[in-house]
Nanobody
Framework: QVQLVESGGGLVQVGGSLRLSCAAS????????MGWFRQAPGKEREFVAV????????YYSDSVKGRFTISRDNAKNTVYLQMNSLKPEDTAVYYC???????????????????WGQGTQVTVSS
């Protein structure tokens, strides 16, 4: 079992930056692909980014590529999402998710993940 707790959300102006954190419990964190998803009001939850267990491979949605950076610190059981050049359309609840590595981390559907955090709100004001 893995428990995930997000933090770092808040209110930021257009063009600003935020860094989200997701702390994981358990001793096998380094065996998991870790992803970030987001859900805006009235919309489905969508993929943002994922990082491989070692941190060596990352994948991003086209909407955040070049602006967001996912990373992890396995010694701290934590995954991060650095968000720069924020836009109003980035406003959403951001969720951390994990799945046990099984050969690839390229999973962009919510059904590909077994563990979820409770979410943290990010609001970008114009």
């Amino acid at each position: 079992q893995v428990q995930l707790v997000e933090s770092g959300g808040g209110l930021v102006q257009v063009g600003g930056s935020l860094r989200l954190s997701c702390a994981a419990s358990g001793r096998t964190f380094s065996s998991y692909c870790m992803g970030w998803f987001r859900q805006a009001p009235g919309k489905e939850r969508e993929f943002v980014a994922v990082v491989s267990p070692s941190g060596g491979r990352t994948y991003y949605s086209d909407s955040v590529k070049g602006r967001f950076t996912i990373s992890r610190d396995n010694a701290k059981n934590t995954v991060y999402l650095q968000m720069n050049s924020l836009k109003p359309e980035d406003t959403a609840v951001y969720y951390c998710a994990g799945r046990l590595y099984s050969g690839s981390c390229y999973y962009t559907s919510t059904s590909g993940y077994d563990y979820w955090g409770q979410g943290t709100q990010v609001t970008v004001s114009s």
